[in-house]
């Protein structure tokens, strides 16, 4: 039993798994503020954006 129990003890100290999951939050919260922001600008905003970058690589 007491192998088991150093195992566990182990286990709740080591804090790699948590720091992948509160990276994973990060990059989720990134996603979705740039999603909303992407969808709130609309399409308009962002054809007449695309339409002057192409137009100005037409010359």
């Known amino acids: 039993m007491g192998r088991l129990t ?5 286990f ?3 804090e790699g798994g948590a720091t992948a999951i509160e990276y994973a939050l ?3 919260l990134i996603a979705v ?3 909303s922001t992407v969808y709130t600008l609309g399409g308009t ?3 007449d954006l ?3 970058i192409a137009d100005a690589m037409t010359g």
Not at 6 to 10: D, G, Q, T, W
């Open 6 to 10: 150093e195992i566990f003890a182990r």
């Open 50 to 52: 695309f339409q002057r």
């Open 45 to 47: 905003v962002m054809v």
């Open 33 to 35: 503020a740039i999603s």
């Open 26 to 28: 990060i990059a989720s």
């Open 12 to 14: 709740g100290r080591d």
